[in-house]
C-alpha cells in the first residue's frame, strides 16, 4: 500500500487494503497495554493444532478447559525484541498509509510504533525465550537483530528522524547477513532493500539487494515442473512470492528491468496457465485451482452443521470457497503438488503465505497502469 498504492487504486481496492490494514493495526494497538507489554500469543500451539472446527467454536469444542487458550505478554521482565520490532514496524508501515486519508489515526500508529521500538531496543532479547510455547512453531532463527533493524527503519521512513536511520543501521552491521529469503523470520534483505533508498551511503545496500535478486534469477533452485524458484519446502510458494515483490519493490527504485520480468514470470507461474495446463495455486482463481486448502473454516459445511475431524478426513473440495489463499505448494524441487487438506505442508494457509504474493500483484497491476509491462 506505500510502495504500490496506485496498483491497488486500478483494481479498485484501495479502501478495502485501507480497511485491511486498519482491521490489523487495530488488534496491534489492544494487544499493546503498555508502554513495555505487548501480548504476543493466545492459545497453546499443540492444543490448537489437536483442535479442528469454526474459530468461534473452540471452546465449545474443547469442553472442560477453563481457558483453553491463554494469552501470553512481553514486558520488561520478559521481553522480545523480535516480536516488539516486528509490531513497530508494521504500526509504522501502516502510519504511512493513512498520512493523508486519517492524519489521527496515523499518528496514533506512529506513537504505538515508536513506544514498541524503544522497548525492543531497550531490552534486547528473543520473544520465544519469553513466550516459549512459540519456539515451537515460531522460533526466530535469525536473531531478533533484523527486526530492529528493519523496525528502525521504517521508522525513519516514517519520521524522517535521523536517529532511527542511524539506530537501522547500526543493527544492520551486527544482524545475520546474505540471507536467501524474505520471510517473518529474517527481515534481511528488506532492510537491504529499504536502505538503499533511504541511507546517505546507499552502495553497499544496494549491493547486496542487487546480489540477492540476481542469485534468485540465476543461481537459485526452481522446481522442475514450472521454474518457481524453490528456497524450501515450508511454504515453497510463499517464498517464491516473497523474493518477487521483494525484487519488483527493488526494482521500482533502481529502474532493473530484469528484477520487474522476474517477478512477473514467479507471478505468472503461481497463477497457472491452462494453455499449458499448469494448474493455479491460488484458491478460486484460474485454471483448476486448489479446493482442499488447510483451513479449519472454509473445510465446515453451512451451519448449523457440526465441523470437526470427520470434516477433515472427508477427501471432497471445503464447502466454503477461501477465495484469494494461496496455498503452500510442493514439498520438494521435484515433487508433485497434491490437492489433499491433510497435506498441510502443501496446502496450508496463511497470512504471511499471501502476503508477499498479493503485495507483488499490487506491483505488477502498478506497472500495467503506467504502461511497463515488461516482456
Not at 510504533?113 to 515451537?136: C, G, P, V
Not at 520438494?332 to 497470512?351: H, I, P, T, W
Request: hydrophobic share 30%.
Amino acid at each position: 500500500m506505500v510502495e504500490f498504492g496506485v496498483g491497488y487504486k486500478f483494481a479498485g481496492l484501495y479502501e478495502d487494503g485501507l480497511k485491511m490494514l486498519k482491521w490489523a493495526t487495530d488488534y496491534f494497538i489492544k494487544c499493546h497495554t503498555d508502554t513495555n507489554v505487548l501480548y504476543g500469543q493466545c492459545g497453546v500451539g499443540g492444543e490448537d493444532h489437536a483442535s479442528w472446527g469454526r474459530e468461534d467454536e473452540y471452546y465449545t469444542n474443547n469442553p472442560g478447559k477453563a481457558n483453553p487458550r491463554p494469552c501470553y505478554k512481553i514486558d520488561q521482565s520478559n521481553p522480545g525484541s523480535d516480536l516488539a520490532g516486528e509490531t513497530a514496524a508494521a504500526l509504522a508501515a501502516t502510519a504511512m498509509a493513512f498520512e493523508k486519508s486519517d492524519p489521527a489515526y496515523s499518528a496514533t500508529l506512529l506513537q504505538h510504533a515508536k513506544e514498541l521500538y524503544d522497548f525492543a531496543n531497550k531490552h534486547q532479547r528473543a520473544y520465544s525465550e519469553s513466550i516459549t510455547d512459540a519456539a515451537n512453531f515460531y522460533k526466530s532463527h535469525s536473531g531478533f537483530k533484523d527486526e530492529l533493524a528493519w523496525s528502525a527503519a521504517w521508522l525513519f521512513k516514517a519520521t524522517g528522524e535521523q536517529q532511527y536511520l542511524t539506530d537501522a543501521e547500526n543493527h544492520y552491521n551486527t544482524m545475520q547477513q546474505n540471507a536467501n529469503e524474505v520471510s517473518w523470520d529474517n527481515k534481511g534483505r528488506g532492510v537491504a532493500i529499504l536502505l538503499s533508498q533511504l541511507s546517505s551511503s546507499p552502495d553497499g545496500y544496494t549491493t547486496n539487494a542487487n546480489d540477492f535478486c540476481n542469485h534468485m534469477i540465476n543461481n537459485q533452485p526452481r522446481t522442475s515442473e514450472r521454474g518457481i524458484v524453490y528456497i524450501q519446502q515450508w511454504g515453497s510458494n510463499r517464498h517464491a512470492g516473497n523474493v518477487a515483490f521483494a525484487c519488483l519493490a527493488h526494482a521500482k527504485h533502481t529502474s532493473e528491468g530484469s528484477f520487474n520480468n522476474f517477478g512477473r514470470d514467479q507471478v505468472d507461474k503461481l497463477l497457472g496457465d491452462e494453455a499449458t495446463g499448469l494448474r493455479s495455486f491460488v484458491v478460486g482463481y484460474g485454471h483448476n485451482p486448489p479446493t482442499q486448502p488447510h483451513h479449519r473454516p472454509s473445510s465446515c459445511p453451512d451451519r448449523p452443521a457440526s465441523c470437526g475431524w470427520s470434516e477433515y478426513n472427508l477427501n471432497q473440495p471445503n464447502p466454503q470457497l477461501l477465495t484469494g489463499a494461496l496455498v503452500g505448494g510442493v514439498r520438494s524441487q521435484n515433487g508433485n503438488y497434491e490437492d489433499k487438506r491433510s497435506d498441510y505442508v502443501q496446502n496450508e494457509v496463511a497470512l504471511d503465505y499471501n502476503a508477499g504474493f498479493q503485495s507483488a500483484v499490487a506491483a505488477l497491476l502498478a506497472l500495467q497502469k503506467d504502461g511497463n509491462c515488461g516482456e
